[in-house]
């Protein structure tokens, strides 16, 4: 199982990103896919999640309605629209997958990818 993040970049305060999580080796309809992130020095921290019907989603309460995750089937690819950014939301962003719903916490996933950079400049 390979997962290939992409889409992180610098943006200023208040903008929006996408990022993009390849898959292959496992189909994102058929399992947990989740985004987590990794400011420097903190913990990785659980973002958002997707479950395998395509329609339950679990968010980090922090979030209060500024990420959206969604798939592509055909794609086979997770993606998690950021908008209203903000500078603390500057991270590592990493995706995994995973077989158990409702797991916050990193190991509760057994595949991830290489992560994305995202910086958010006020």
């Known amino acids: 199982v390979q997962l290939q993040a992409s889409g992180g970049g610098l943006v200023q305060a208040g903008g929006s990103l996408r990022l993009s999580c390849a898959a292959s080796g496992r189909s994102v309809s058929s399992y947990v896919m989740g985004w987590f992130r990794q400011a420097p020095g903190k913990e990785r921290e659980f973002v958002a999640a997707?479950?395998?019907?395509?329609?339950?989603?679990n968010y980090a309460d922090f979030l209060k309605g500024r990420f959206t995750i969604s798939r592509d089937n055909a794609k086979n690819t997770v993606y998690l629209q950021m908008n209203s950014l903000k500078p603390e939301d500057t991270a590592v962003y990493y995706c995994a997958t995973g077989t158990t719903w409702g797991r916050r916490s990193p190991y509760g996933y057994d595949y991830w990818g290489q992560g994305t950079l995202v910086t958010v400049s006020s």
């Open positions: 997707l479950g395998w019907s395509g329609s339950v989603t």
